[in-house]
């Protein structure tokens, strides 16, 4: 197809894209008329993934691959394509092969399908059912139906890793009457469930839609909103911006020439998210109107819970609503038939509880998140339906309310002005702000921070972030930037670490600014498996910032650290009453635990050092987040970072120890150019651990953390009052020096 042309001719290394991509070249190198094509999965330069339903009732997946990796799986002789798809290095596959979804292996061929569905269904009349697939999603997902007799049922099949949420949400549904399970099994990521009749209020069925059935579906959604259940899946604000982020990369390789647009709407929906509150709870995680069952009496059904978690409530109206509008925008609905669907879903919503402050914002984004369909589905003219699409997020942003106005911070909207952000950009030049300044985040009452682009007299632009605050202005921390860039942390000088370049703003604005940097941050590097290099030169980092000296900081006293704990677990204690008497011993072990940490020469101390105050470019650290500055002992530092690789590892994966090699790599670092004390990094370490369990209640999506966190501290010390605790790993084991074997990973 003509749309595609540009696509395959940028990607010579799959040559069998082109197939892939063209239903006619498709028939004729299988052989055999198709009667259904799934949708596209692309990986620029390394696969192509499709799912075909043949005339013949035959179900197949197909993967248009690299020379080298179409050698390595015929190797595994598991193909089943014609010469005609092997010349274009296209495997064929049936169900059996996905080795993603392990369930699959023994539903097909389909002589050994009625032991796996009596093993898994056991006497029930399902057992003896007749299997039909209706889709699958290599590597993702196969649902199918199951007919026994006038029985039937739902059969859906997942990754091990996707089936505990599904089945979690399935079983959250049956407690809400959308279903019941009638049989899991966690290895073979199987789950049945019922089948429920009714009539889906997708467009695509009804264009004349239903406003009363619309009506009912808001408020049984608001229903299950406000019905307090609780799972521990979670679908977090930074999951949205990971979206975001990676869609629009996936927009670029589509269409070079949207990049850069993409990009831009895709931070601008960050800020636009940023700048509402979250209403948390229950998600259904996928809901939109094909979610929908209209059933005898019209009782409502909302049925796919695979994807329910903790997150914003206000996503599930935004993805209901955002899909209603693609229907509009790409397939034909009338306009005043979205319009009256919209409207009632948002007024059934609002006939049980407020609206989400969100929903509006939501809806954006998710438009923005669907960008990527048009291709996938390989709609007629997809590359103009995509960018009909931007221009409706683009105008989604235009008209989207502005922030609303904090009574702490009025020189908010100033700022939010390009002339308002010129004023705060006037101690470095006399710019030209050249476009809409973007909130990028917001804490109500407390502090703000805003992206800007400025041209100088030359003409140049450069990116800015302005940070604003309701205290009176800082003036100390663009000071410590230029100190700091002084004594060679500046991206010309001798070493690997930076800050960036920094001014301060007038103080009836309470701003300053500072050059926006490249880089991603270290946490974004933050894996199991990841390499632990850019940790070791953190490490260096932070070493070498303990060596400097800036004038004017304030020193932080060890009663200062102990102040901020006991105040953190007396929120705990207020929080959690049954609770007291476990955080009471923390609090004993904790103050013995500090009164024994010797006492030291002071260092600079970065006060709140872990992996997002530093962006990776490259070789480069760029160190950012410097006004809590301050004078003190050289472990609160190294403990504090150590602390946050221990939440995330225990948030994220379950485990403390999950970043053990990354702590290891982090202290060798430093190690190369100061020296630690063991024991005190011990305590410090743990000290700053025990802060988050009050930022586990100040945090929403990580209250469910709560409990695991208090657990592992209880361990690590005696509640009798003693540091009872066996050394943690990562501090007890011996650093390696430069040179030395190392257990780590690689960088």
């Not at 990676?246 to 269409?255: F, M, N, W």
């Not at 910032?545 to 929120?571: K, N, Y």
Request: hydrophobic share 45%.
């Amino acid at each position: 197809m003509p749309q595609n042309d540009a696509l395959i001719a940028r990607d010579p290394g799959l040559p069998g894209l082109a197939l892939l991509l063209d239903r006619s070249a498709l028939e004729a190198g299988l052989g055999a008329p198709i009667a259904a094509l799934g949708s596209l999965r692309y990986k620029p330069g390394t696969s192509c993934t499709r799912a075909v339903r043949l005339a013949d009732g035959r179900h197949l997946w197909l993967k248009a691959l690299t020379r080298d990796r179409h050698g390595q799986v015929l190797a595994r002789g598991q193909d089943l394509a014609p010469q005609a798809l092997r010349d274009r290095h296209v495997v064929a596959q049936s169900p059996a092969a996905d080795r993603d979804i392990p369930g699959l292996k023994r539903l097909w061929p389909e002589q050994s399908r009625p032991a796996e569905l009596a093993r898994l269904l056991g006497d029930h009349p399902l057992s003896r059912a007749v299997l039909h697939p209706l889709s699958h999603r290599p590597t993702r997902r196969l649902v199918a139906r199951l007919d026994a007799g006038g029985t039937r049922a739902f059969l859906k099949a997942y990754t091990r890793k996707a089936h505990a949420q599904a089945l979690s949400g399935i079983l959250l549904a049956a407690t809400l009457g959308h279903g019941r399970v009638l049989a899991a099994c966690a290895e073979r990521g199987l789950i049945v469930s019922d089948w429920i009749d009714g009539r889906s209020l997708c467009p695509a069925n009804d264009a004349a839609l239903d406003p009363h059935a619309f009506r009912q579906a808001g408020a049984a959604l608001a229903t299950a909103h406000r019905a307090g259940l609780r799972t521990p899946f979670q679908a977090t604000r930074f999951d949205a911006v990971r979206r975001l982020r990676a869609l629009a990369k996936d927009i670029g390789r589509l269409l070079p020439e949207q990049r850069a647009r993409a990009n831009d709407l895709a931070e601008r929906l960050v800020a636009a998210l940023a700048s509402v509150p979250e209403q948390y709870g229950l998600i259904h995680g996928d809901f939109s109107a094909d979610q929908i069952l209209v059933g005898a009496e019209d009782a409502i059904t909302i049925i796919d819970w695979d994807r329910a978690a903790m997150g914003d409530q206000g996503s599930d109206l935004g993805s209901a609503l955002a899909r209603l509008e693609v229907q509009r925008l790409w397939h034909g609905l009338p306009e005043a038939a979205a319009k009256t669907a919209t409207e009632a879903l948002l007024a059934g919503y609002g006939d049980v509880r407020p609206l989400p402050a969100s929903w509006s914002a939501q809806e954006t984004a998710h438009l923005f998140l669907l960008l990527g369909e048009a291709f996938r589905h390989q709609l007629p003219d997809w590359p103009a339906r995509t960018c009909a699409l931007l221009d409706r997020v683009e105008a989604g942003l235009r008209t989207a309310p502005a922030p609303q106005v904090d009574p702490e911070l009025p020189q908010l909207a100033t700022l939010l002005d390009p002339q308002g952000a010129a004023q705060a950009l006037a101690a470095h030049q006399s710019p030209t702000v050249v476009a809409p300044p973007k909130l990028r985040r917001h804490k109500p009452g407390r502090r703000a921070l805003i992206d800007v682009t400025a041209r100088d007299a030359a003409g140049d632009a450069t990116d800015y972030l302005i940070k604003t605050r309701a205290k009176r202005a800082d003036h100390a921390t663009p000071a410590y930037h230029a100190a700091l860039r002084a004594a060679g942390f500046t991206e010309t000088g001798a070493g690997a670490f930076a800050v960036p370049e920094a001014w301060p703003g007038p103080p009836r604005l309470r701003a300053w600014s500072m050059r926006k940097v490249p880089g991603r941050t270290l946490t974004a590097c933050l894996h199991p498996k990841a390499p632990v290099a850019p940790f070791r030169q953190a490490g260096r980092a932070l070493a070498a910032l303990h060596a400097c000296h800036v004038e004017g900081v304030p020193r932080w006293t060890p009663e200062a650290e102990w102040d901020v704990l006991a105040r953190a677990l007396d929120h705990a204690a207020n929080a959690h009453p049954g609770d007291a008497e476990a955080l009471a011993g923390l609090r004993r072990a904790a103050r013995i635990a500090l009164d024994r940490v010797p006492k030291r020469p002071d260092v600079l101390l970065h006060r709140d050092f872990y992996p997002d105050q530093l962006l990776v470019e490259e070789s480069r650290l760029w160190m950012i987040d410097l006004d809590l500055l301050a004078m003190g002992d050289r472990h609160v530092d190294v403990g504090n970072f150590l602390a946050h690789l221990d939440e995330q590892g225990l948030r994220d994966h379950g485990a403390v120890q999950v970043f053990d090699d990354h702590a290891r790599a982090f202290l060798a670092g430093y190690q190369e150019a100061g020296t630690l004390d063991m024991a005190s990094v011990r305590v410090l370490r743990d000290v700053s651990l025990a802060r988050h369990l009050h930022i586990c209640d100040r945090i929403a999506s990580r209250k469910p953390c709560y409990p695991k966190l208090l657990a592992e501290l209880s361990r690590w010390f005696d509640p009798g009052g003693a540091m009872g605790r066996a050394p943690h790993p990562a501090c007890a084991m011996s650093v390696p020096r430069p040179g030395a074997a190392a257990r780590t990973r690689a960088g």
